[in-house]
Structures are given as structure tokens and as C-alpha cells.
């Protein structure tokens, strides 16, 4: 990389956080929607919304500087692959990733990530006047919904890829710790018709709201809720999956919730799916989203070296990983 082309790249990190803005603007005024039928003029777009015609295109222009949508003749817009992932309609999954991701709570709880990096405190939730990542949640019910339908959609597309990675024969109960809406279980007992029961095991009040869902499909006869908090007690299974539950917390906390699965069945394997970062100057998301793992939670993202290190100190060994696939799949069994 030359000098010039180090600058140039440096720069756009430099604004990184007004592009997530621009865009987060875009997409909370549903902008792509406009778009995704036609060619739309910005004119048209800003009378719909009542705003200011100048502001809407020069908004409209900048995301198409992105790839959100495409800039044609005479202020006119037409959709593109990333547009159409903004939308409110069923194609744009990717809408609630920037809703939650970039709002205004995201945003503030960085402004003392220095005093988190220096002190080993993570600082990130008192940023926002709460102690934890999750009451920042329960404070805007707003963001919190966003966050659901990206955390749903995200396990819509990588559940049935890490399910088809992992074996589940011989098992006859599964149970999956924080499912939430049942999605991990549910694909298991798809995959594995052998599979008696699939527990899905989550906080009560999770497990109240998500019931109130219509679930419907021929494995829903096998499927079961169960409430309780997994760093108390986990129900028995032969299989335990736990699906970006182990990032959110330190070593000490993630061995307490294998201790647990222990106590429950010694014999029975354990499923991480979660992040592995298995190379140094890796690239992609990983080892950004650490950080915020680092500042909001107390947790990480794991490198192979960390997750030798967390399991090392259980009655657990990895059996196997797998990083060639997003997210990773961590294999315990018991020593």
C-alpha cells in the first residue's frame, strides 16, 4: 500500500461513523423503499416525507456514494443490492442491523471506550446511565425490537449451516441455552427426525413473549419450552447448542454455564457457535465486534489460543472446530 493510498484509506475510517449515520437517516426515513419498485426523483421523495427537497437529495446522493441505491439523471434514484436489503419489506433483513447497530444509544455508549481500554473496566452501558448492556435495552424498547429482528434474521440464515455441521446422532434430547424464539432447536429436530425432544431454554419472560408467536411445522410435536437461567441450572440433554451465548461473557461466567451442562449430564456434547478468530490482521467483523464485546459486556470474541484457554480451565476438551463457516462451531466433550 502506497502512501497516498494508506491516507486515503485512513480518511474513510475517519468517517466511518458519519457514513452509519447517513445511512441509519436513510433507512429510519425508509428511503430505500422508494426505490425498490422504480426509479423515484428525490423531488417526490421529500414531498411524500414533508422534508426538505435540497437535504433529501444530497441524503440520497450520499448513500448511493455507499452503493445504496444508484444515482441516475436529474435526481432520480434506482434501487440496488443493498438497497433492497434496507427495505421494510421481506427482503430487507438487513434493515434492523442498522436501526440497532447505529441508534443513538450504540453511539454514546462508545464515547468512553478509552477509559474502558485503559482501565480493564468495561465502561459502555454507565455511558448510556445504566450498569448493564441489557438495561440499555429495557430503557428503549425501540432499539430493543430492532436488535430482536436482527438478532431473528441473523439466526434464520446461519442455523440451518451450523445445524447441517453438527452431528446429533445417538441423541435423543437436545436443549439449546438462551434460544430465545426456538429457532436452533427447531431446525434441529428438522435435520434430525431421530431426536425425541428439543428443549428450548431461555429466561422466563422470553419464553412468555415468544409463546405468544404462532409456531407451526411437523416438529413442533417434539419441541418444548423451558424457562430458567443457565448460570443456576440447565434441564438434560444428550446435546447442548448454545448459538453467540458464550461472547457475551468472560471466561469465569462461560465455565459456570458448563459446569452447569455438567452437573445435567456429564456425558452429553456441547455446540458453541459463535465467533473464531483464527488468524492474525483477520479481516471482517470479528474482531471489531470485540470490542464492543470488550465495552458493553465484559466478553470477547475468541481466537482459537482463547477458547483453548477458556476450555482449560473445565472438565470440558474441544473435540473439534470448525471456521470455515460463520458462525464457528466450537465441539466439547467431557474429559
Known sequence: MSEAEAFEKIHQISMGHMISRIVHAGTFLRIPDYV???????????????????????????????????????????????????????????????????????????????????????????????????????????????????????????????????????????????????????????????????????????????????????????????????FTAVPYADAYTMKFIFHDWNDELCRKILSNIEKANPKAIVYIYDSIIDTKNQPGLFPLLDIKMMHFLDGRERSVEDWNTLVSGSNYRIASMNSTIQPGIVKLVHK
Open 36 to 230: 425498490e419498485n422504480g426509479p423515484k426523483k428525490a423531488e417526490d421523495v421529500a414531498k411524500d416525507l414533508n422534508a426538505n427537497v435540497d437535504n433529501i437529495y444530497r441524503l440520497m446522493r450520499a448513500m448511493s456514494s455507499q452503493g445504496i441505491m444508484k444515482e441516475e439523471d436529474d435526481h432520480v434514484f434506482s434501487k440496488t443490492p443493498m438497497s433492497t436489503l434496507l427495505t421494510s419489506g421481506p427482503q430487507g433483513y438487513a434493515r434492523s442491523i442498522i436501526l440497532a447497530e447505529c441508534s443513538d444509544v450504540h453511539y454514546r455508549g462508545f464515547l468512553s471506550l478509552v477509559k474502558t481500554i485503559q482501565t480493564g473496566i468495561f465502561h459502555g452501558p454507565s455511558d448510556n446511565g445504566v450498569e448493564n448492556f441489557w438495561d440499555i435495552h429495557r430503557n428503549h424498547p425501540d432499539v430493543d425490537l430492532e436488535f430482536s429482528k436482527n438478532m431473528t434474521a441473523l439466526s434464520l440464515r446461519q442455523s440451518p449451516i451450523v445445524v447441517k455441521e453438527s452431528d446429533f446422532t445417538g441423541c435423543e434430547i437436545t436443549c439449546d441455552l438462551g434460544g430465545s424464539q426456538g429457532i436452533i432447536t427447531r431446525e434441529i429436530l428438522k435435520q434430525n427426525p431421530h431426536v425425541k425432544k428439543g428443549i428450548n431454554f431461555d429466561m422466563g419472560h422470553l419464553i412468555e413473549l415468544n409463546k405468544k408467536q404462532i409456531r407451526e411445522g411437523s416438529e413442533m410435536d417434539r419441541f418444548e419450552d423451558q424457562s430458567g437461567d443457565f
